[in-house]
């Protein structure tokens, strides 16, 4: 269902406020970080490890997915770029070690979607993991990739969403980080597009100064606003604000229940349009309200607003 | 005989009636008398209390082979009073000496050259760290260590059992009669909490400073009625080392998340609440609970009535935004509280015996709602480490641990899961230095339980919606990341005894055996670059 993202026991569809960055080439910081109740954790390859410890990074990476229980959290892999010799690899290790899934950084295309799809479904045959099990998450960090977005979004089955990372993306267009969050609107109004016209998630970029807790709690705001499912994180710290802001409320949830009873007896009754609490509901609504108890339970806090 | 947290104490140790510790309130009501000190009277007024050197202060108290000195740890690793004292004490040829100390740290490391060659012989204190730590515990001490809380401390000295020859008191400043204060000079440390006992039953009582003021110094620490001599020296420490300039709020996320759910466990229990009572330590997480604790307290709208103990920043900073009604300060660490004390209206300073002598008739630490401590080691049964490390070797301080424990109506320890290779929670704590009947809640990185003693807290945590663990759990969890660890081993010889708060003996420390690392079985090792 193309415009709406449900989140269910799907795991394309599951729950992903947070998705925290771990640099694989340190296993003190891979080995508990799922203590923090992150959603996500997502297992560095690439930028984090520096060129001549990318091998002693895989492996850390494979034994840390086959010896540590990560409980609920899910464990993404982000994998060196095609442009590298070393994304094969990365992946075989990703596989063979379990992950739930692979994110490809600077996408910019369908076909690298395809490539690595390929590569992934090659590793799950050798290492007899369940076809179809390793899920794609794919960045976007150029003006290609953003124009690109669609396509993308709809390159596999596989692939349960898209991130956009600021980094490269800001660089390539000549402007650095505001406040406002200006530099990135382009990006970020294109790259949710394209998601919610495929029907996937949509993941904001990392907000990098961990002294400007004020600019991070306004950035998550702004991301919750415009329609983000969540944002890759960066450190532990962050984790708490990202949750508090998208996890709806008690009252977002007790509106978004009574819209949907309304709707139904409403319907029922043949009535199309009628007042909740004053403001003019129709069918509209309904999925934004569905979306929002989905979220809610998700989040655990459904019965708590009951 | 086994005592109350099942640690065999040898019989030989319980001659001239000493007992086995018992549980925390076993000498509830006990009778005894205080000792008083030799007094020589100081009647002529024109004579001075200045000596020329602390040589001729050694001298004239009549320092002999035998006798017992005492000292503070106001000036923490910024200490040069200890070290000064004993130099000149072995330079007098005066040998066997026993030290008994508030506390010592690293800054007193040439003590340990002195146990070695017999000038000291004896040790009591808190804290035992660094070389000292190494000498006592490899068994190069003649006589036993005798390790005691800060209470404990002071209820010896009441008691009659810890008798001081002479007391050298460093002081901050004094005026040429002895009243001697912690606030000014050049080597400020804010109270002197720890030597009023000192000053009060010692035989000899001399003020070391290096500033001397006109007479009199008001209001003091340490009462010039009680004083012999003083002696003034170039620098009494190292004032950079005495008070920190800002004790860094912890950016460690692990840190940041059990202090969080510290003040969260707090703010669920039924103590919580306009007027409560607290004290915490100045360790990472324990200092970050302050932080958290402001939030909650203002979103609730209550207060603290009252603050207690070792002193910092972020304690002085509630006080001065009227979140604190008072403060009752035993020591300072940071230049902030060090300021404060007597300065801000509401900090006051105190003596040892009211902060914690579980023997006198009004302990502040009984009064207590909260207290946050670390741990080195806690076993399945709560009992506490806080003392030897987990090679044995004696490298801690009970401190005000078990005293503020013992006294709070809720006790949180908070401590990581596991450090490094290490357990934190274990099956046997090394030493105990706090019984477990002390502890109430555990807040780790994996977990927070509640001692089964307090179903009450237990039931008040849940109803807030904080998930709790058993200990058990925790601890297997420790060993299933870490495995699960060899026992200590040691020689028979016992090397200190650590007390509890009322004097009865909680545990024992033996001598580190030394054992050859035999390397010849330990596998051929094969690096292959491939």
Redesign the interface.
């Known amino acids: 269902m193309a415009g709406t993202c449900e989140v269910t026991s799907d795991p394309k569809k599951r729950l992903r406020r947070t998705m925290l960055f771990l640099n694989a080439q340190r296993p003190s910081l891979m080995?508990?970080a799922y203590?923090?109740g992150p959603d996500s954790v997502i297992l560095d390859l690439e930028d984090a490890v520096s060129e001549n410890q990318k091998d002693a990074a895989r492996f850390s990476l494979y034994n840390n997915l086959r010896s540590i229980d990560y409980g609920t959290v899910e464990r993404i892999v982000r994998i060196n770029g095609l442009d590298t010799p070393h994304w094969p690899e990365d992946v075989r290790a990703s596989v063979a070690g379990g992950a739930d899934g692979i994110r490809i950084p600077k996408c910019e295309r369908a076909c690298d979607v395809k490539r690595i799809e390929a590569a992934i479904e090659d590793a799950e045959r050798e290492f007899s993991r369940e076809p179809g099990c390793t899920l794609i998450m794919a960045a976007i960090e150029s003006p290609r990739g953003v124009l690109n977005a669609l396509d993308i979004c709809e390159s596999s089955e596989r692939l349960f969403g898209v991130a956009i990372s600021g980094g490269d993306f800001r660089a390539a267009m000549r402007t650095k980080y505001y406040p406002s969050g200006v530099e990135m609107a382009s990006a970020r109004g294109n790259v949710l597009l394209a998601a919610r016209a495929a029907g996937v998630q949509c993941f904001d970029t990392v907000f990098t100064n961990?002294d400007d807790m004020d600019g991070f709690r306004a950035e998550v705001i702004m991301n919750r606003e415009m329609g983000f499912d969540g944002k890759s994180i960066v450190?532990?710290?962050q984790i708490a604000i990202v949750h508090e802001i998208f996890t709806p409320t008690d009252k977002e949830i007790r509106e978004a229940l009574r819209v949907v009873r309304a709707l139904r007896q409403n319907a029922d009754e043949g009535v199309g349009v009628f007042l909740v609490d004053g403001k003019m509901i129709d069918a509209a609504f309904l999925s934004g309200a569905e979306h929002t108890i989905a979220l809610a339970r998700a989040s655990g806090v459904l019965g708590e607003a009951l | 005989m086994k005592n109350a947290v099942g640690r065999d104490i040898p019989d030989f140790l319980l001659q001239g009636g000493r007992e086995v510790f018992q549980g925390n309130n076993y000498k509830d009501g006990a009778i005894y008398t205080k000792p008083g000190p030799t007094v020589r009277a100081a009647v002529k007024p024109e004579e001075s209390k200045i000596l020329p050197s602390i040589r001729d202060a050694i001298e004239l108290c009549g320092l002999k082979d035998g006798m017992t000195v005492s000292f503070h740890h106001h000036f923490r690793d910024g200490d040069y009073v200890v070290n000064m004292v004993v130099r000149e004490i072995e330079s007098l040829g005066i040998k066997d000496i026993t030290i008994a100390a508030s506390s010592l740290g690293d800054a007193h490391d040439p003590l340990a050259a002195m146990i070695e060659s017999g000038v000291v012989t004896g040790i009591q204190t808190s804290g035992i760290r660094g070389k000292i730590g190494d000498a006592v515990s490899n068994g190069k001490l003649k006589g036993r260590a005798i390790l005691r809380s800060h209470g404990g401390r002071v209820r010896a000295i009441e008691q009659g059992e810890l008798h001081i020859d002479v007391a050298f008191i460093g002081a901050p400043t004094s005026d040429e009669y002895g009243n001697a204060r912690g606030k000014g000079g050049k080597s400020d440390c804010g109270v002197l909490s720890y030597s009023v006992a000192d000053a009060k039953y010692a035989d000899h009582v001399v003020v070391i400073t290096d500033t001397l003021v006109p007479f009199p110094n008001l209001p003091p620490s340490i009462d010039g009625v009680d004083v012999d001599y003083v002696v003034v020296v170039d620098e009494i420490g190292d004032p950079k080392k005495i008070a920190s300039q800002a004790l860094r709020m912890t950016?460690d996320?692990?840190n940041?998340?059990m202090a969080e759910n510290c003040a969260r466990v707090m703010a669920a229990t039924p103590y919580f609440k306009d007027g409560f009572s607290f004290q915490t330590g100045a360790g990472g997480p324990s200092l970050a609970v302050n932080r958290f604790l402001e939030s909650i307290m203002t979103e609730r709208g209550i207060k603290m009535r009252w603050a207690l103990g070792g002193i910092t920043k972020p304690t002085v900073d509630l006080l001065n935004k009227g979140l604190i009604n008072c403060v009752a300060d035993t020591q300072d660490f940071d230049v902030a509280s060090v300021q404060s004390v007597h300065s801000t209206p509401g900090h006051y300073e105190i003596s040892t015996s009211q902060y914690a002598n579980p023997v006198n008739k009004g302990a502040f630490v009984n009064k207590l709602d909260f207290v946050i401590l670390a741990a080195l080691e806690i076993d399945v049964d709560f009992n506490v480490n806080v003392v030897t490390g987990s090679d044995g070797v004696l490298r801690g301080a009970p401190g005000g641990h078990p005293d503020a424990a013992g006294g709070a109506k809720c006790t949180i320890i908070v401590a990581p899961l596991v450090r490094g290779r290490i357990p934190t929670v274990c099956d046997r704590v090394v030493t105990v230095t706090t019984p477990g009947e002390s502890i109430d809640v555990l807040v780790t990185?994996?977990g927070i339980a509640v001692n089964p003693s307090r179903p009450d807290l237990a039931d008040a945590l849940v109803s807030a919606g904080i998930p709790l663990v058993t200990i058990r759990d925790l601890k297997m969890k420790a060993y299933s990341?870490v495995g699960t660890p060899d026992d200590v081993e040691f020689d028979d010889r016992i090397v200190a005894v650590m007390e509890a708060r009322d004097g009865t003996i909680l545990d024992v420390v033996r001598q580190v055996k030394k054992f050859d690392l035999d390397i010849s079985d330990a596998g051929v090792f094969d690096f292959k670059i491939v």
């Open positions: 080995k508990d203590i923090y961990l450190n532990p710290r | 950016q996320p692990r940041l998340m990185d994996y990341i």
